[in-house]
């Protein structure tokens, strides 16, 4: 069930058939989610990330949840990242969506060292290769340090969501970086910035490349404050990078190793993005046992009998329940899809099913929340309240990355591409 109390572990109320060590990494989450629910209203009122919390986290070993042991991790995998992004969005979106954003980094490195267990590197190519993943890995495992991953600009065109412009030139010892890079939760916040830019001269993703760069570096600002509607403390202002200089010791360069990389994801082009899914619909289990509490201790004068027994009132927690499992139910599957040994289905499929859960369960998780606000009504609509912040914060999941008309798009062609040639195939 959706709001049940017979669940003492936030996350084991999306994650199924948990396993003991998922058991055990899911206790640490829980014990940093009353921290992260105190001080929620604080920063949203604020607009910026409450900064102990990057100590918090590091403390608990969270920022290496899903790095491998051996280079100092908690050694989770997906389902602990999704069930912790999701356990963090019951108590603070904006944090567990910064988290996320931190997490997406590890990619860089457990893709890597799949890409080179699967042969896709040469042997002048793989040295360098595992350097820099392994470099990843150590600082978000051992070091502890928070990584803000910057991949996404404000540019786009036709044919894809976002264009690399920020462009690296090749210098003596290394490379410089200059471009602007538009979302990227932690600026500020983290220990040091991993970003994407394009080699010099490239036009294609077989010139995308990854650097390191110090957030204090010369050529680094930031850009003016982020003055959102929702997700308000994830630092996401972006940076400008002028002419920084990065040593090649902090750059992956190969031409074509970033595709190659992530060539072995198991579902979209950069892997684990239903976990930043996961913060939505935790926040929209945050609103619904928020709202259902409110009602059930609320009670009507004339009759003392609680509000929530109106018919009109369990109208609205009957639609509100059935959007929340709709969402549930799509983002269960899809990590199922993206997790399951041997896998279920073929990445093109995993794929097409992702572009549809995506919205699905963003715009189910924002009808949780405009429900709760009929049904809780005007006494709950101050935009410090869980309801009021919930509508915001819900509201960027409508955005986020893609919204459901685009993803229902691409599915259709997809659907008719494959149709189309299997009409010729015969």
Same mark, same amino acid.
């Given at each position: 069930?959706?709001?049940?109390?017979?669940?003492?572990?936030?996350?084991?109320?999306?994650?199924?058939?948990?396993?003991?060590?998922?058991?055990?990494?899911?206790?640490?989450?829980?014990?940093?989610?009353?921290?992260?629910?105190?001080?929620?209203?604080?920063?949203?009122?604020?607009?910026?990330?409450?900064?102990?919390?990057?100590?918090?986290?590091?403390?608990?070993?969270?920022?290496?949840?899903?790095?491998?042991?051996?280079?100092?991790?908690?050694?989770?995998?997906?389902?602990?990242?999704?069930?912790?992004?999701?356990?963090?969005?019951?108590?603070?979106?904006s944090t567990a969506l910064a988290y996320f954003f931190h997490c997406s980094s590890a990619s860089r490195g457990l893709l890597a060292l799949e890409a080179l267990e699967a042969?896709?590197?040469?042997?002048?190519?793989?040295?360098?290769?595992?350097?820099?993943?392994?470099?990843?890995?150590?600082?978000?495992?051992?070091?502890?340090?928070?990584?803000?991953?910057?991949?996404?600009?404000?540019?786009?065109?036709?044919?894809?969501? *976002?264009?690399?412009?920020?462009?690296? /030139?090749?210098? =003596? @010892? %290394?490379?410089? #970086?200059?471009? $602007?890079?538009?979302?990227?939760?932690?600026?500020?916040?983290?220990?040091?910035?991993? *970003?994407?830019?394009?080699?010099?001269? /490239?036009?294609? =993703? @077989? %010139?995308?490349? #990854?650097?390191? $760069?110090?957030?204090?570096?010369?050529?680094?600002?930031?850009?003016?404050?982020?003055?959102?509607?929702?997700?308000?403390?994830?630092?996401?202002?972006?940076?400008?990078?002028?002419?920084?200089? $990065?040593?090649?010791?902090?750059?992956?360069?190969?031409?074509?190793?970033?595709?190659?990389?992530?060539?072995?994801?198991?579902?979209?082009?950069?892997?684990?993005?239903?976990?930043?899914?996961? $913060?939505?619909?935790?926040?929209?289990?945050?609103?619904?046992?928020?709202?259902?509490?409110?009602?059930?201790?609320?009670?009507?004068?004339?009759?003392?009998?609680?509000?929530?027994?109106?018919?009109?009132?369990?109208?609205?927690?009957?639609?509100?329940?059935?959007?929340?499992?709709?969402?549930?139910?799509?983002?269960?599957?899809?990590?199922?899809?993206?997790?399951?040994?041997?896998?279920?289905?073929?990445?093109?499929?995993?794929?097409?099913?992702?572009?549809?859960?995506?919205?699905?369960?963003?715009?189910?998780?924002?009808?949780?929340?405009?429900?709760?606000?009929?049904?809780?009504?005007?006494?709950?609509?101050?935009?410090?309240?869980?309801?009021?912040?919930?509508?915001?914060?819900?509201?960027?999941?409508?955005?986020?990355?893609?919204?459901?008309?685009?993803?229902?798009?691409?599915?259709?062609?997809?659907?008719?591409?494959?149709?189309?040639?299997?009409?010729?195939?015969?």
């Amino acid at each position: 069930m959706t709001a049940s109390s017979q669940h003492p572990l936030t996350a084991s109320r999306f994650l199924e058939r948990m396993t003991s060590a998922e058991i055990e990494r899911a206790h640490v989450i829980e014990s940093v989610l009353p921290a992260l629910r105190e001080h929620a209203a604080e920063a949203d009122g604020s607009g910026e990330f409450y900064r102990p919390h990057v100590q918090l986290l590091s403390d608990s070993g969270l920022l290496g949840l899903i790095v491998p042991e051996q280079y100092g991790g908690m050694g989770g995998t997906l389902r602990d990242l999704a069930g912790a992004t999701f356990a963090m969005g019951t108590a603070c979106p904006s944090t567990a969506l910064a988290y996320f954003f931190h997490c997406s980094s590890a990619s860089r490195g457990l893709l890597a060292l799949e890409a080179l267990e699967a042969g896709l590197f040469d042997a002048d190519e793989a040295p360098k290769v595992r350097e820099f993943a392994e470099g990843v890995l150590w600082r978000m495992g051992k070091q502890r340090r928070w990584l803000a991953n910057f991949a996404s600009e404000s540019a786009k065109s036709s044919q894809s969501a *976002v264009v690399i412009s920020t462009e690296a /030139t090749q210098a =003596a @010892g %290394g490379w410089t #970086l200059s471009g $602007v890079k538009y979302f990227g939760c932690a600026t500020g916040v983290a220990h040091e910035y991993l *970003v994407t830019a394009k080699i010099a001269g /490239t036009e294609d =993703a @077989g %010139g995308i490349a #990854l650097f390191f $760069v110090d957030q204090q570096a010369a050529g680094v600002s930031e850009r003016s404050q982020w003055d959102a509607l929702g997700m308000r403390a994830t630092a996401t202002q972006g940076i400008v990078l002028e002419n920084v200089f $990065v040593p090649d010791e902090n750059a992956l360069a190969i031409p074509g190793a970033f595709v190659r990389m992530m060539q072995m994801s198991r579902g979209s082009f950069v892997g684990n993005q239903l976990a930043g899914i996961a $913060v939505y619909l935790g926040a929209a289990q945050g609103v619904y046992d928020f709202a259902l509490n409110f009602l059930l201790q609320r009670t009507f004068r004339d009759t003392g009998r609680p509000i929530a027994t109106s018919p009109f009132h369990q109208e609205l927690i009957g639609q509100m329940t059935v959007q929340l499992e709709t969402a549930y139910l799509w983002l269960r599957r899809q990590l199922e899809l993206e997790t399951a040994e041997p896998p279920l289905l073929p990445k093109e499929r995993v794929v097409q099913q992702w572009r549809m859960c995506k919205g699905v369960t963003c715009e189910a998780a924002f009808e949780v929340a405009q429900l709760a606000l009929k049904a809780c009504g005007t006494s709950n609509t101050g935009n410090d309240g869980v309801i009021a912040r919930g509508i915001r914060d819900l509201s960027m999941g409508l955005v986020q990355a893609f919204p459901m008309e685009r993803g229902r798009l691409e599915v259709a062609k997809m659907v008719v591409e494959t149709q189309g040639q299997a009409l010729f195939s015969v």
